[in-house]
């Protein structure tokens, strides 16, 4: 296996995080967005992200659990192809599963594709699927000192979306001590803060991906 980004080719000279392991189709390069963290928090902004961009952004995810098709069910029939990876006893996805899933899932014309990986902060961090970058999940209610605790994910996640803030009046959460946290890891990080339930914020996420297609 290859100890750069987990796929299962040998590691050969020019793979994984210092070479180029970008996925083009139809001549335009994807754009992979890779997002850790509470698991129910990506699914759901997955659904409105989706919905947001129907008709507009042609999109892809896939989406990686150990077992059930569950958020993938959830995510059909907005507008994206959507395929399940099921990593059995595996706690992430491996670039090898990626690369056997693009051609079934993303479709001439595909502008942006999602990799939903296994909902955790450690394991998938360590591993490049190919993606241009990492996009980190961060829910108000994991506390703000997970990037401290956890700091490989957010030191590559030039992106950290702060889900679930209509919580946070609401929790024992300290939003300036968690920007804190995450510049002291990334000094350059770009935050975004935002509710899926309460549509708040939504706006800044959803331009900010047409900024990436445009």
Known sequence: MCQDCGCDKPARPGHGRKGKFVHTHDGHTHTHAHGDAAHAAQTALLEKTLDRLAGEVKCAVITGDQQTDNDARRLRGRGAAV??????????????????????????????????????????????????????LLSTAEGE???????????????????????AP?????????????????????????????????????????????
């Open 145 to 167: 000192d997970k990037p401290l605790k956890y700091p490989t994910l957010f030191a590559n996640a030039p992106v950290v979306v702060l889900t679930k803030m209509d919580l």
């Open 170 to 214: 609401h929790l024992d959460w300290d939003a300036a001590a968690c920007r804190r946290s995450l510049r002291q890891i990334h000094p350059g990080v770009f935050i975004i803060e935002l509710s899926a339930r309460s549509g708040d914020g939504m706006d800044t996420w959803i331009d900010y991906l047409r900024k990436l297609v445009s």
């Open 83 to 136: 395929m399940q990876i099921q990593t059995r006893s595996a706690c992430h996805l491996n670039a090898g599963q990626i690369a056997k899933a693009l051609p079934r899932v993303v479709k001439p014309g595909t502008r942006l594709l999602f990799i939903e990986n296994v909902g955790n902060l450690v394991c998938p961090a360590a591993f490049d699927l190919g993606e241009h970058f990492k996009i980190a």
